[in-house]
Nanobody, 122 residues
Framework: QVQLVESGGGLVQAGDSLRLSCAAS????????MGWFRQAPGKERELVAA????????RYTDSVKGRFTISRANAKNTVYLQMNSLKPEDTAVYYC???????????????WGQGTQVTVSS
């Protein structure tokens, strides 16, 4: 049984930082690319960042590039999203997903976590 569990969300002020974690079990973690997506109320789930199995390749949506960093620790079966200079428009539920290769398209992700809430106040 594959499980992805996100943590690290919370309520912060604009300009603050958070680090999200996603712990995986039930799969060969190092064989999967990982991605972070987010969904705000009334909006579609969108890509935030993705990383290949070896960390050789990363992808970011333009709105977070330069502020967010995705990384992974394969020995810990964990992927991280470091979020700096947070803005109110970053407010959303953040989800991690697993894919067989790095993808920016939501439909290529086979497994998903339940999400963690990030709220950024002005």
């Amino acid at each position: 049984q594959v499980q992805l569990v996100e943590s690290g969300g919370g309520l912060v002020q604009a300009g603050d930082s958070l680090r999200l974690s996603c712990a995986a079990s039930g799969l060969t973690f190092s064989s999967y690319a990982m991605g972070w997506f987010r969904q705000a109320p009334g909006k579609e789930r969108e890509l935030v960042a993705a990383i290949s199995w070896s960390s050789e390749t990363t992808r970011y949506t333009d709105s977070v590039k330069g502020r967010f960093t995705i990384s992974r620790a394969n020995a810990k079966n964990t992927v991280y999203l470091q979020m700096n200079s947070l803005k109110p428009e970053d407010t959303a539920v953040y989800y991690c997903g697993a894919a067989l290769t790095v993808h920016t398209k939501l439909e290529n992700y086979a497994y998903w976590g339940q999400g963690t809430q990030v709220t950024v106040s002005s």
